[in-house]
């Protein structure tokens, strides 16, 4: 197979996750996602709020990629744990996620979704880089009707969700602007639904 790497970018109520986890279980990859990664490092002693700095970087990143390797679609925890890793002087989290996306990529056949990882992984090696949006009241309306939430909330977590999205571009990558150049492929799920959108990428996988 020509791709063993898939980057799914997705905003919130488009659908990626479901996307990476169908096309995980069609291409038997991996599936690592942000609440995986987060786990891990939260596990090893790492505050997303704080962007704490740890010791032993080499001995984390080693503990977290061990880990990711066990993980499957269920989550994180089936194998074993993570042992606790004490706040030190370096490095920056930041860097420490990049470093985790790209040694799960070396690994190959994983399904990596959100993390922005089609940015820290272009020009890799047998790398397809997928962006899955919709349009804003789309997305609106999914999430008042998945998460049972009103409008309102639905806005609000809508929005919050975009603006990090945009801050976490900026501080990791210092890009101010994604652009169509970043992905291989832009589906919109207004129109192309999931099921849609996973037989096209298989026959672009399979081709």
């Known amino acids: 197979m020509k791709y063993s790497v898939i980057a799914i970018s997705r905003t919130l109520g488009a659908g990626g996750e ?6 995980a279980t069609d291409l038997g990859f991996r599936y690592v996602d942000a609440e995986i990664i987060q786990k891990a490092s939260e596990a090893a002693g790492v505050s997303t709020e704080t962007l704490g700095k740890v010791e032993a970087r080499k001995g984390l990143l080693s503990r977290i990629l061990e880990n990711l390797g066990r993980a499957n679609t269920g989550g994180l925890y089936g194998a074993a744990e993570i042992p606790t890793i004490i706040p030190s002087e370096e490095p920056h989290w930041e860097q420490l996620i990049v470093d985790v996306i790209k040694e799960t990529a070396s690994a190959g056949d994983v399904v990596i979704v959100a993390h922005g990882a089609s940015i820290p ?3 890799h090696a047998g790398l397809l880089r997928i962006m899955v949006t919709a349009p804003e009241e789309t997305r609106l309306a999914r999430i008042a009707k998945n998460e049972s ?13 975009d603006r990090a999205r945009a801050d976490y571009f900026r501080r ?8 169509p150049e ?3 492929l832009t589906i919109n799920t207004e129109v192309v639904a999931i099921p ?3 037989a096209a990428i298989l026959a672009i996988l399979r081709d």
């Not at 479901?18 to 096309?23: E, F, I």
């Not at 990791?172 to 602007?177: A, E, G, M």
């Open 196 to 198: 849609q959108a996973r």
């Open 182 to 184: 970043h992905y291989d």
């Open 172 to 179: 990791f990558y210092k890009l101010d602007r994604e652009t």
């Open 121 to 123: 992984l272009a020009g």
């Open 149 to 161: 939430v009103t409008g309102a909330e639905a806005a609000r977590n809508v929005t919050e969700s």
């Open 18 to 23: 479901d996307l990476g986890h169908a096309l």
